[in-house]
Nanobody, 124 residues
């Protein structure tokens, strides 16, 4: 069982930065692929970025490439999402998710554990 707790959301003006953190419980954190999803009102929950257990494999949605960076610290059981050059269209609830296994996973149904979400609001 893995429990995930996100933090670091908030309100920021366009062009600003935020860093989201996701703290995981459980001794097997290092064996999980971790993902950050986001969901805006009336829209589906989509993958923003993901990182494999070793950190050697990463994925970014086209909309955030070059602006967001996902990283993980297995010693601290934490995954991060550094968000720079934020845009109003980045406004959403951001969710951390975990999936056991060594591959890259892109869809909500592929992830086993979810955090409660943290709101990110970007004003123009």
């Amino acid at each position: 069982q893995v429990q995930l707790v996100e933090s670091g959301g908030g309100s920021v003006q366009a062009g600003g930065s935020l860093r989201l953190s996701c703290a995981a419980s459980g001794r097997t954190f290092s064996s999980y692929t971790m993902g950050w999803f986001r969901q805006a009102p009336g829209k589906e929950r989509d993958l923003v970025a993901a990182v494999t257990w070793s950190g050697g494999g990463t994925y970014y949605a086209d909309s955030v490439k070059g602006r967001f960076t996902i990283s993980r610290d297995n010693a601290k059981n934490t995954v991060y999402l550094q968000m720079n050059s934020l845009k109003p269209e980045d406004t959403a609830v951001y969710y951390c998710a975990a999936r056991s296994g060594g591959g890259m996973y892109y869809f909500t149904y592929q992830y086993d554990y979810w955090g409660q979400g943290t709101q990110v609001t970007v004003s123009s």
